[in-house]
């Protein structure tokens, strides 16, 4: 199953601004909605965006995602310790018939 | 308030089977598709398939077919997922995860997790 491609990691410092790109094809990205989980260590994932740009209750504004073609982002501003954790995209992809997800990015704030 | 509780951890010699079990509880068991997501040591997510447990329908990665089936007890709003021929390369920890029937591709809920040791 391919999967998408994301930064194996990314680091910013307390306060500042960091995104995380997902990159993917026509046949994934390119047609179907994206989401964006967090995972903090020895957790389960933890929904942050849904259909490309839109928080569930309980996420903080601090978060964003964005999508254009075949990529998608996901922004975090006001960097806290807290948000150190591993982030994932995932969508649909209609010709493989299944769900894809990227292979993760780690994020550290220094 | 919704749960979805797995059942514990497992140790399986390689060529046997497991199965998981997902207790869904604080929601309508049939509006939410069951899906799981395993994740090896150190790795990514990896989508495994659905289950709709109003109708059992189901949808498997092509890389399971063959070796996984999803079912459901909806008495007990239980969902299960058994992995046959097991291989020292499906020792993983092992997700259900819930997505709205209709729904695009997210999961709002996820079970706590279930991790499944292919040892000899």
């Known amino acids: 199953q391919s999967g998408l491609t994301q930064p194996p990691s990314v680091s910013a410092a307390p306060g500042q601004k960091v995104t995380i790109s997902c990159s993917g094809n026509s046949s994934n990205i390119g047609k179907n909605y994206v989401s964006w989980y967090q995972q903090l260590p020895r957790s389960a994932p933890k929904l942050l965006i849904y259909d490309n740009n839109k928080r569930p209750s309980g996420i903080p504004d601090r978060f964003s995602g964005s999508k254009s073609g075949t990529s998608a982002t996901l922004g975090i501003t006001g960097l806290q310790t807290g948000d150190e954790a591993d982030y994932y995209c995932?969508?649909?992809?209609?010709?493989?018939?299944?769900?894809?997800f990227g292979g993760g990015t780690k994020l550290t704030v220094l | 308030q919704v749960q979805l509780v797995q059942s514990g951890a497992e140790v399986k010699k390689p060529g046997a089977s497991v199965k998981v079990s997902c207790k869904a509880s604080g929601y309508t068991f049939s509006n939410y598709d069951i899906n799981w997501v395993r994740q090896a040591a150190g790795q990514g997510l990896e989508w495994m398939g659905w289950?709709?447990?109003?109708?059992?329908?189901?949808g498997y990665a092509q890389k399971f077919q063959g070796r996984v089936t999803m079912t459901r007890d909806t008495s007990i709003a239980t969902a299960y997922m058994e992995l046959s021929s097991l291989k020292s390369e499906d020792t993983a920890v092992y997700y259900c995860a819930r997505r709205m029937v209709g729904a695009t591709f997210f999961f709002d809920y996820w079970g706590q997790g279930t991790l499944f040791t292919v040892s000899s």
């Open positions: 289950m709709n447990p109003k109708t059992g329908n189901t």
């Open positions: 995932g969508t649909w992809d209609s010709s493989l018939n299944g769900g894809v």
